[in-house]
């Protein structure tokens, strides 16, 4: 492959929203999203009830082909397939010669945008490219050596981030990032920083992504959140961007950060109940948003400055109550959580009256019957308690009552 030969685009539709490759055998989920039949097997048998590209929890997990899309996928590679016999030549596998990736990592030293375009279209292509090109002798040295240096402009930090974030997800590629970064200078960071607070939409979300690959331990995540001032850079992306990948990344982010009481102090101080409690609103927020707010909600609530700020903001309460039984099981559980920390150990009368009111002693009753023996079902029993004792049943009539009509009650 010559360094002025052509690559043959791969539309993303064809591509699997997990693997990234040209899909083999597509299906459709019951969400209507289509993966590789391969890559969603081995997603639902990891024990995910899930759709990946959007998070909602799956009514069934059976699939369906795609027929449709099958065909076209196979029109498109006969086409491919014909433009590469007329003297055209596509990234498609490792056949790249060491020369070429030589000139490619000289390239990247000398800030070349059209090099670092046909290298971020060579990892999008496949699995393989990727696996190949991370293991080359000085790729990864290269792309982190851009991240180190001064004043590279904006459109090539843009890039050098979507390449790491293909990367980083590579066996070992997490703690060979971490472990450059870590080897170089201050500067790799602020570079992180500059592309979160400047880049476009999808250049922030790369590197959110990335920032969170690199922080493999609390020393790492506390001297980003302390040392980078983040948290408010980050509340106010969500407050002023509205994609939900975007979204994402960033409430996953503050989560990792969350590690200490000052981080979940200052936190709650710069406005993250209010901010989540409108995420949790948000008609446009995904179902993944959502769970990750509740995720952010149950490591706030469990200091004092957090529960001080729920109990002060009532429709987060009301809407933690309305979406513990819409959600995955993990968010149920932080959903509980925050309920358990403000009823159990608050015990903070209005927000139990506000949970009784809204119907949430019979949705904890629902999740402690449907778990098994740990935390939640302990949270659930204590919660159980409060609440009747809130409502006024004294002599716990009607928990008894419950227990033998239980196939009665179905979730509203």
């Not at 491919?80 to 990234?91: A, E, H, I, K, N």
């Not at 080359?136 to 590279?152: H, K, N, Q, R, T």
């Not at 927000?351 to 935390?375: F, I, P």
Request: net charge positive; with cysteine.
């Amino acid at each position: 492959m010559g360094r002025n030969e052509l690559f043959i685009t791969i539309p993303n539709l064809f591509r699997c929203p997990i693997s990234l490759d040209v899909m083999k055998s597509p299906v459709s989920l019951c969400t209507g999203v289509t993966y590789d039949r391969s890559s969603i097997q081995h997603w639902l048998e990891s024990g995910h009830d899930t759709c990946p590209a959007t998070m909602q929890v799956l009514s069934t997990k059976d699939f369906i082909p795609n027929l449709t899309l099958h065909r076209l996928i196979n029109l498109w590679d006969q086409s491919s397939t014909r433009r590469l016999d007329s003297g055209f030549s596509s990234p498609a596998s490792t056949s790249i010669s060491e020369q070429e990736v030589r000139l490619w990592i000289e390239d990247i030293k000398n800030r070349r945008v059209e090099s670092m375009r046909k290298i971020l279209e060579f990892l999008k292509f496949s699995e393989e490219n990727r696996r190949f090109l991370v293991k080359f002798e000085g790729f990864m040295e290269a792309i982190v050596g851009v991240l180190s240096s001064e004043g590279v402009e904006i459109q090539f930090l843009e890039l050098t981030v979507g390449i790491l974030d293909l990367i980083s997800l590579q066996k070992g590629m997490k703690e060979k990032l971490q472990r450059l970064i870590s080897n170089s200078n201050e500067n790799c960071l602020s570079s992180l920083v500059s592309i979160i607070r400047n880049g476009n939409s999808k250049s922030k979300t790369e590197g959110i992504r990335v920032m969170e690959s690199i922080l493999l331990n609390n020393e790492s995540k506390r001297f980003i959140a302390e040392t980078h001032n983040l948290s408010p850079v980050l509340l106010r992306l969500l407050q002023t961007e509205n994609t939900p990948a975007l979204s994402d990344a960033v409430l996953s982010l503050l989560t990792c950060l969350t590690i200490s009481r000052k981080i979940k102090i200052e936190m709650v101080k710069l406005g993250v109940v209010e901010v989540l409690t409108k995420m949790m609103w948000s008609e446009k927020a995904s179902v993944s948003s959502i769970e990750k707010s509740l995720k952010l909600l149950s490591a706030v609530s469990r200091c004092r400055d957090g529960q001080a700020a729920i109990s002060e903001e009532p429709n987060c309460v009301i809407g933690i109550v309305e979406r513990v039984m819409k959600v995955s099981k993990r968010a149920t559980e932080d959903a509980v959580m925050v309920l358990w920390s403000m009823c159990c150990l608050l015990r903070d009368k209005k927000v139990q009256e506000m949970v009784v009111k809204r119907n949430g002693l019979t949705k904890v009753l629902l999740v402690m019957q449907s778990e098994g023996e740990g935390n939640v079902k302990m949270m659930c029993s204590e919660l159980v308690k409060v609440l009747t004792l809130s409502a006024g049943w004294k002599d716990g009539s009607t928990v008894m009552s419950y227990d033998t009509k239980t196939t009665h009650i179905m979730p509203c």
